[in-house]
């Protein structure tokens, strides 16, 4: 068992930035593969990032690419998604996930755990 919790969300302007981090308590952090997805309302949750279980490789979706980084700190438990440049579109419940499997998926149904999410809206 892992328990995931987000933090860093908030109300920014079109243009800034913000820093997500994703606490993990429990197992082994290094034992999973983690993931970011967001929610906005009325739509489906959908894939923003992820990162495989040593961080060696990283796979986002295409309209955060070149805006968005995911890292991770072993020492810390920790995973963090940074983000840059945010657009209103951006605007979504932002959740962190493990995925008990060393390669990253862009699939809501193959990640084990779930944080309970972070608001972040972007105004224009």
């Known amino acids: 068992q892992v328990q995931l919790v987000e933090s860093g969300g908030g109300l920014v302007q079109a243009g800034d930035s913000l820093r997500l981090s994703c606490a993990a308590s429990?197992?082994?952090?290094?034992?999973?593969?983690m993931g970011w997805f967001r929610q906005a309302p009325g739509k489906e949750r959908e894939f923003v990032a992820a990162?495989?279980?040593?961080?060696?490789?990283?796979y986002y979706k295409d309209s955060v690419k070149g805006r968005f980084t995911i890292s991770g700190d072993n020492a810390k438990n920790t995973v963090y998604l940074q983000m840059n440049s945010l657009k209103p579109e951006d605007t979504a419940v932002y959740y962190c996930?493990?995925?008990?499997?060393?390669?990253?998926?862009?699939?809501?149904?193959?990640?084990?755990?779930w944080g309970q999410g972070t608001q972040v809206t972007v105004s224009s």
């Open positions: 996930a493990a995925r008990e499997r060393p390669d990253y998926s862009d699939s809501v149904y193959d990640y084990d755990y």
């Open positions: 429990g197992r082994t952090f290094s034992r999973y593969a």
């Open positions: 990162l495989n279980i040593r961080g060696r490789f990283t």
